[in-house]
């Protein structure tokens, strides 16, 4: 079989026809003759034709039938003619494409450049349709920065009229932004309205953004960001004239210039409400506005006004209501007067609630987190938070709540539309760390168990610290009431070789949880421990000696808990506040009151930075006895930061100790610890890669045990105890962490800029495969 490779856009076809004759005017056509067709049938070539049996025979029919049979692009050469007075149709058949091949692509996939394409296996190869899939897949790596790309087609001709395509690509190197510059800005200088912009100039440490290569739709957001920036300045005649992309000749670089005229400054004028609804009366919402009278004009002011205008509206049951900002602006006066119109709408009801694409999860699931049903009044606040509850299942990859209109004006329905998304696990992971050292761990949990919201786990972990196995069940709504009811099992053995002893511990506890309101949460529980513990034989401290021996616990703790956060995995808004207290003597040999508190607050600050303060603190205390060594507090790493596990607080010192050993932590009865911490995004790449840092300061201590300053041991060695003081300990530093495939991965360089002799810290620390 000979096989013969064409170079598609080169192709030239040559063939030879039979003159026919000139038909004179007046000449009725008796027969039709077909020749050249292979595969389609001479009865679907006659359909396209112009002219038929009996027909009388011009130019202009003859013309407009060849025109018709190659707009088919069934055909790559067609003449349509007479021989006496039969019409005679020639035509050459297009190829049928046996086959589509992609090669030199490295960045795209076969199957995205596949799905882009037109053409298909089996369909007639058309030069024309070629060439539009070749600007397509041009399309794809320009929307990709890469603007260097070539595609080559060819074609490959195979037996019975068939031929393979080949699209050869040459994916080239991506176009960078090479320069931002801006012209006839005054007040504000290039590197503020840089600032501004979503697109950035390529640097060779931002090897991790994708914002430095060249999108026009990114363009033209960025012209949007930067009439939004000097409008919320008080520049509302600001506009760009004219903004262009230059690509150097070697196609590596775009250079993107724009020219802008800023404008007067303008300020607010008169402020005003008008309202249609006797209900929303203007007094009421005039003091509601962000638009304050002789204010500098922001424009984003005006939005902020009416979407808190739109709120209350909300509140009241009014769903639907339509606010229209009227701006007057006074060029002489550089004033802008602001009328803000609330037209006529009904009080809403809601109707029904649609549940839409939930699969796997039983519609009760859902609705059980809804704060309204069919038959309530509308309430915007309730909306926004039952989308906030049913998003916080970690069911669904995305949740839309979205509110159309109802049989009736005065109604309205709910449509929660859910996209699904893994709840089960099965994890095997290997890890290291800077205070687990190596570690294995393996969990199997469900999330959702069978589509019913309840969850269970499976989990164990292996590491030179520990071992642990747990097993878990939570009914977050028993017997369909609010009320959750959990249970554990658990047996674990930690070796706390920084305090000098070991622990052998397994028990069980119950759980019960209810609300009190809408953002607080109360729970219950129940625990029966057992535990061995047994210090080292390397050291006879005073400190240490008495805390050996087997111990039973029997407690009941009572929780209570405000939240308010928007994202329960990854926060950007909002509080938490726990509150918790434990209560130990009911049987068993431990008798003591414990009680911590902590306290997390989010806000978010510009384009994905978010803050985050946090503190927490706890003391314990014996009831009739003292605190052992395994019921204190630890604190250091990675709690504190820039400090080694229980690396801060009481520790013991012998004559004798060297430089290597600053002898064994011990603990605390009471601690305090608080953090501030700035989360910085680091560009499109890193965070579709999951990576984020962070910027932090720790501050914390751990202090307060029941014993004297300084001990004898047995064989008459002087002890003493350093680090017991409530003297704050603070660290700063910066953090990266990446939620890779295999398992959470974190690094933290942080210097301890405050401590004491006796405290140890660390300046690196990393941790993989496990969660803090």
Same mark, same amino acid.
């Given at each position: ?5 064409v170079y598609l856009f080169g192709l030239t076809i040559a063939h030879a026809q039979t003159p026919l004759t000139n038909v004179p005017a007046g000449v009725t056509i008796t027969a039709i003759e077909v020749t050249g067709n292979q595969r389609i049938e001479t009865s679907t070539i006659e ?14 029919? $003859? ?41 030199? /692509? ?83 200088? /290039?590197?503020?309205?840089r600032s501004k912009m979503v697109s950035v100039e390529s640097r060779w440490w931002k090897f991790l953004a994708t914002e430095d290569t060249y999108d026009p739709d990114r363009l033209t957001y960025d012209k949007q960001l930067l009439r939004d920036f000097y409008r919320e300045q008080g ?6 004239? &004219? ?139 309730? @909306? ?68 019913? $919201? ?134 068993? /040999? ?91 995004? @680091?560009?499109?790449?890193a965070r579709d890669l999951g990576i984020e840092s962070s910027l932090y300061v720790d501050v914390g201590a751990l202090f307060n045990i029941d014993a004297e300053e300084s001990l004898l041991s047995e064989d008459g060695v002087l002890y003493t105890l350093l680090g017991n003081t409530s003297?704050?300990?603070? &660290? ?22 405050? &401590? ?10 990393? /941790? ?5």
């Amino acid at each position: 079989m000979a096989i013969i490779v064409v170079y598609l856009f080169g192709l030239t076809i040559a063939h030879a026809q039979t003159p026919l004759t000139n038909v004179p005017a007046g000449v009725t056509i008796t027969a039709i003759e077909v020749t050249g067709n292979q595969r389609i049938e001479t009865s679907t070539i006659e359909s396209y034709l112009m002219l038929g049996i009996g027909d009388e025979y011009t130019e202009i029919l $003859g013309d407009a039938s060849l025109k018709r049979l190659y707009s088919t692009t069934l055909f790559s050469d067609v003449d349509v003619g007479r021989r006496g007075t039969t019409l005679v149709v020639s035509v050459t058949e297009n190829p049928v494409i046996n086959r589509i091949v992609f090669e030199g /692509n490295k960045y795209k996939d076969d199957e995205d450049l596949y799905e882009e394409i037109q053409l298909r296996p089996r369909i007639v190869f058309s030069r024309a349709k070629v060439r539009a899939d070749v600007q397509r897949i041009l399309e794809i790596y320009r929307r990709g920065g890469r603007f260097a790309a070539a595609v080559e087609p060819k074609v490959i001709q195979l037996e019975q009229n068939r031929v393979n395509l080949v699209f050869e690509i040459s994916e080239g190197a991506k176009s960078v932004i090479g320069k931002i510059n801006f012209l006839g800005n005054e007040v504000f200088n /290039n590197d503020i309205l840089r600032s501004k912009m979503v697109s950035v100039e390529s640097r060779w440490w931002k090897f991790l953004a994708t914002e430095d290569t060249y999108d026009p739709d990114r363009l033209t957001y960025d012209k949007q960001l930067l009439r939004d920036f000097y409008r919320e300045q008080g520049y509302a005649d600001f506009r760009i004239t &004219s903004a262009s992309a230059e690509l150097s000749p070697d196609k590596k670089f775009f250079f993107i210039n724009m020219s802008v005229e800023e404008g007067d400054l303008y300020n607010f004028g008169d402020i005003s409400v008008e309202s249609q609804i006797e209900e929303l009366t203007p007094e009421i919402m005039e003091q509601v506005v962000f638009t304050k009278e002789g204010a500098r004009y922001d424009a984003s002011a005006i939005d902020d006004s009416v979407e808190i205008l739109t709120e209350v509206a909300g509140l009241r049951g009014y769903a639907f209501v339509d606010i229209r900002p009227q701006v007057r602006r006074n060029r002489a006066e550089r004033t802008v007067d602001i009328i803000f119109v609330i037209n006529e709408a009904p009080r809403v009801y809601v109707e029904e609630i649609k549940i839409i694409d939930n699969v796997r999860t039983h519609d009760k699931v859902i609705r059980r987190e809804m704060r309204l049903v069919e038959g309530d009044a509308y309430n915007s606040s309730k @909306l926004r938070r039952s989308e906030i509850r049913v998003q916080a299942l970690q069911f669904f990859r995305e949740v839309n709540v979205e509110q159309i209109e109802g049989t009736a004006a005065d109604k309205t329905i709910l449509e929660i539309t859910v996209e699904e998304q893994p709840t089960g696990e099965l994890s095997a992971g290997l890890g290291y760390s800077s205070f687990e050292g190596l570690l294995v761990n393996f969990s199997i949990a469900e999330r959702n168990l069978l589509g019913k $919201g309840q969850y269970v786990r499976l989990g164990t972990t292996l590491s030179k610290r520990r071992k642990e196995v747990e097993l878990g069940f939570t009914e977050p709504y028993f017997m369909d009431r609010r009320l959750a009811l959990g249970a554990d099992i658990f047996l674990r053995d930690t070796n706390f070789i920084e305090s000098g002893f070991r622990n052998k511990m397994y028990g069980t506890s119950l759980r019960i949880g209810f609300p009190l309101t809408e953002y607080v949460v109360m729970g219950l529980n129940y625990g029966l421990t057992w535990e061995d513990v047994r210090t080292s034989l390397f050291t006879n401290s005073p400190y240490i000696a008495n805390s050996s021996g087997k111990f039973t616990t029997s407690s009941v703790a009572y929780s209570l808990t405000y939240n308010t956060l928007d994202n329960p995995q990854k926060p950007n808004r909002g509080q938490l506040a726990v509150l918790r207290q434990q209560f130990a003597g009911l049987g068993g /040999n431990e008798n003591f009151i414990q009680t911590t508190a902590n306290y997390d607050f989010y806000y978010p600050l510009i384009s994905q930075w978010v803050f985050n303060i946090s503190a927490e603190g706890g003391h314990i205390f014996g009831l009739g006895q003292d605190i052992r060594l395994n019921k204190r507090f630890f604190l250091g790493n990675p709690r504190i930061r820039g400090f080694k596990e229980a690396g801060v607080g009481p520790r013991e010192y012998r004559d004798g100790f060297t430089e290597f050993f600053n002898g064994f932590s011990l603990g605390g009865n009471t601690y305090y610890k608080a953090t501030a911490e700035l989360f910085i995004p @680091l560009g499109g790449g890193a965070r579709d890669l999951g990576i984020e840092s962070s910027l932090y300061v720790d501050v914390g201590a751990l202090f307060n045990i029941d014993a004297e300053e300084s001990l004898l041991s047995e064989d008459g060695v002087l002890y003493t105890l350093l680090g017991n003081t409530s003297e704050p300990r603070v &660290s700063v530093g910066v953090g990266f962490s990446w939620n890779s495939p295999f398992g959470p991965f974190r690094i933290d360089l942080a210097k301890a800029i405050k &401590s004491k002799p006796s405290d140890e810290t660390e300046f690196f620390q990393f /941790n993989v495969g496990t969660r803090f």
